[in-house]
């Protein structure tokens, strides 16, 4: 089936520093990926949608100069949080849409756990 | 605004059991609705999905139920073992934007050996 990966799994960082965070999809090609985040004992809000090769589109109360999306290919999206701070700390999961066949169905990665100091 | 509401929050069985965990969601123009398990610190992994023009669908143990029109879904597990402890999450998709979707808060599942 297809897989999804992030790197890295796990980072702590130190208030005020920017985190990048890669999604990407190992077997297919994802046109559409999602960037989702999940406080504790919270169920997972989407954060942003982002399509290869244009600007990511943000919900509602979330900010986009704060949270850098870019998906510069068919496999691969990023999320940067700038100037991070302890608020910021989440699990950060990235979903990928499967481009043709499976349009309908969104493989999830393994999440990323962000600490900051 | 739709809105996706998981009961019980938490449930706590002996091994054998059977059980059913709960799903409503006040919206019900969805696209589909879909199960999910996780597991602690981990990503999710997709159980079961339900389109809008399904009535059920089952997996090994696993057999989910979904009546749009009472905006209802049910996960149902029979003989529970201890490797299905994990939180369970279900989510629908709307109508007018299926990308997007929404999840409940989870039902974290114990079931002791």
């Known amino acids: 089936g297809a897989v999804v990966s992030q790197h890295p799994s796990w980072v702590i960082c130190k208030s005020g520093t920017s985190v990048k965070i890669e999604c990407r999809s190992l077997d297919f090609q994802a046109t559409t990926m999602f960037w989702y985040r999940q406080f504790p004992k919270q169920s997972l809000m989407l954060m942003a949608t982002?399509?290869?090769?244009?600007?990511?589109?943000?919900e509602q109360g979330v900010e986009k100069d704060k949270f850098l999306i870019n998906h510069a290919s068919l496999t691969l999206s990023t999320l940067t949080v700038t100037s991070a701070h302890p608020e910021d700390s989440s699990f950060y999961i990235c979903?990928?849409?499967?481009?043709?066949?499976?349009?309908?169905?969104?493989?999830f990665g393994p999440g990323t756990r962000l600490l900051v100091l | 605004k739709q809105e996706v509401t998981q009961i019980p929050a938490a449930l706590s069985v002996p091994e054998g059991e059977n059980l059913v965990l709960n799903c409503s969601f006040t919206?019900?123009?969805?696209?589909?609705l879909q199960w999910f398990r996780q597991d602690p610190g981990k990503g999710l992994t997709s159980l079961l999905l339900i389109q809008s023009s399904q009535r059920e669908q089952t997996s090994g143990r696993l057999n989910a139920s979904l009546d749009k029109s009472s905006g209802r879904s049910t996960l149902y597990i029979a003989a529970s073992q201890p490797g299905d402890s994990a939180t369970y999450l279900c989510a629908v998709r709307g109508t007018y934007n299926f990308n997007k979707f929404y999840f409940g808060s989870g039902t974290k599942l114990n079931v002791k050996p």
């Open positions: 919206d019900s123009a969805i696209y589909n």
């Open positions: 979903s990928a849409r499967v481009a043709g066949k499976y349009q309908e169905t969104q493989y």
């Open positions: 982002s399509n290869e090769g244009s600007k990511a589109t943000y």
